[in-house]
């Protein structure tokens, strides 16, 4: 019935029963009816590449058979809560997504999203430590609810209520955006094109960010804490990646001040990054606590907590209770995840494919002024718009906006993101192809010449 609701009519119903905090992407909202692996379709039957499912969910591909068919199947036999009785599916799923960890990540929880599997986090490590501070990274997004919201250095989710009592962000170690940078010291394909600060051609970014985290560790919080979170390459910030050895660095730092190391998976997760399963790996780290959500489903509302046996035993003094979490539907779709990634073989097409389309997009960097930044490991890809590449200004949201809109006209939808909003964000499910890619670097070429056109003529 609802493909029948007119296109305007839906605007209003928006505009007064759905919450007006929640925005639409584009001047005029897509209006979708279907998926296809990495292909989506609007009410009219047009057809868009899907550059932006991974970030919203999609990891294996939209309506991907195996996943459809396993969730098919347990809808017709029981919907319900596995927490007070047994049921196989959650035995299965606990077992074979542990099976992809390193130990000691061997205890798993299931929630409903990735903001309440960073409340979890927290909550487990300031049990666990019986210290309360936690550090996060500026420019980071873990999570919308009131405690996750803390960890969130993003002002344009925060409200200006009373939330992240406890803590700290410190500086993000951004080696394209931040004071020091330069070649060859992230973990990418494509490194900056930014002049490197640094003496006689050694970079020595990734010392001159640990001093900063140290600073914060030195000034800024308690002796002890209770931990710190951040994804192993920044999501919602655009792709944003450390130099390499950071992340290591710093887990050692905080271990020594009695805290516990969180990687928050959420966008990493699942062999996205290509190289390795888990975006942690990239970083020769072993977390203490992961949080998983978005593609840990496709689509489907679920996200997990795995620690230690010893942090989740924090938790157990007492009851925690989480009435969907882990239910029959999510952990069959979970399984059929893992195995489509396996089956299909995935995490190398995210290497692949992501390296090549990283290479092909660094030739319009090269080509454009006004593209200061093409990074990213496997398919978690950042375009980061600048001016000029000597100041890296943000290019204003007005002008990256008709570039956004124009490639969507062309039949490829791309994520933003940024503190300035300035970065577009791509995130395929990962069964694109090298030919998809060429259609996307084609469509994205086009709106950056018609622009680069319009300002001449201006
Ligand atoms: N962590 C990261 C890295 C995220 O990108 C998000 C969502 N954008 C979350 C946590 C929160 O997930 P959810 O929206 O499922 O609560």
């Keep these: 019935k609802y493909r029948s609701y007119p296109y305007e009519h839906m605007l209003k119903i928006r505009e007064q029963n759905i ?69 196989p599916s959650i035995h299965e799923y606990a077992e074979k997504l542990t099976s992809f960890l ?46 996750a919201l803390g960890l969130t250095s993003i002002g344009s989710y925060k409200h200006g209520v009373a939330n992240g009592i406890g803590c700290s962000t410190t500086m993000l170690p951004d080696v394209f955006r931040g004071p020091w940078g ?21 970079c020595h970014a990734n010392e001159q960010y640990i001093e900063q985290f140290k600073d914060t560790l030195n000034t800024s919080v308690p002796k002890t804490i209770a931990g710190f979170i951040a994804e192993p390459i920044q999501g919602v910030n655009g792709a944003v990646q450390y130099p390499k050895g950071f992340l290591k660095e710093a887990y050692q730092l ?20 290509g190289s390795h399963f888990w975006g942690f790996q990239t970083h020769d780290v072993v977390p203490d606590i992961i ?42 779709v979970g399984s059929a995840v893992l195995d489509a990634i396996e089956e299909d073989n995935l995490q190398k097409n995210s290497k692949d494919v992501g390296t090549y389309m990283l290479l092909e997009l660094a030739k319009l960097r090269d080509k454009f002024e006004i593209v200061g930044d093409v990074r990213g490991k496997g398919l978690m890809i950042g375009i980061e718009m600048v ?34 909003n300035q970065t577009l964000r791509v ?22 010449e018609k622009h680069m056109g319009k300002a001449a003529a201006n």
């Design 102 to 147: 390193p130990d000691p990540l061997k205890v798993v929880y299931l929630t409903n999203s990735g903001s309440e599997a960073n409340d979890l986090a927290m909550f487990m490590a300031r049990l666990y430590t019986r210290n309360f501070d936690i550090i996060c990274f500026r420019g980071a997004y873990h999570g919308g609810s009131p405690y």
């Design 254 to 273: 905080v271990r020594e001040r009695g805290g516990v190391c969180i990687s928050d998976e959420v966008q990493t997760g699942f062999g996205r990054t």
């Design 387 to 420: 001016t000029d590449k000597d100041s890296r200004h943000p290019l204003p949201s007005e002008e990256i906006n008709q570039i956004w809109e124009d490639c969507k006209d062309m039949g490829v939808l791309i994520g933003r993101g940024g503190l300035y």
């Design 19 to 87: 919450a007006p905090s929640l925005r639409m992407y584009y001047k005029k909202p897509l209006l979708l009816h279907q998926g296809h692996m990495q292909w989506l379709f609007d009410y009219e039957g047009r057809r868009y590449l899907d550059l932006f499912a991974g970030i919203v969910t999609v990891s294996v591909g939209h309506c991907h058979p195996k996943v459809t068919m396993a969730a098919q199947k347990q809808l017709a036999c029981l919907w319900h809560t596995t927490n007070i009785y047994m049921h």
């Design 291 to 332: 949080t998983l959500a978005k593609g840990i489903g496709n689509g489907f509302p679920m996200a997990a907590v795995v620690t230690t046996k010893e942090i989740a035993n924090s938790l157990a003094q007492n009851l925690h209770f989480n009435t969907f979490g882990g239910n029959p539907l999510a952990c069959v």
């Design 427 to 448: 995130k395929p499910p990962m069964c694109i192809t090298k030919k998809d890619v060429d259609f996307a670097v084609e469509v994205i070429h086009t709106a950056l």
């Design 182 to 202: 330069g070649s060859n010291c992230r973990d990418s394909p494509v490194q900056t094109v930014r002049r490197c600060s640094c003496s006689e051609g050694v």
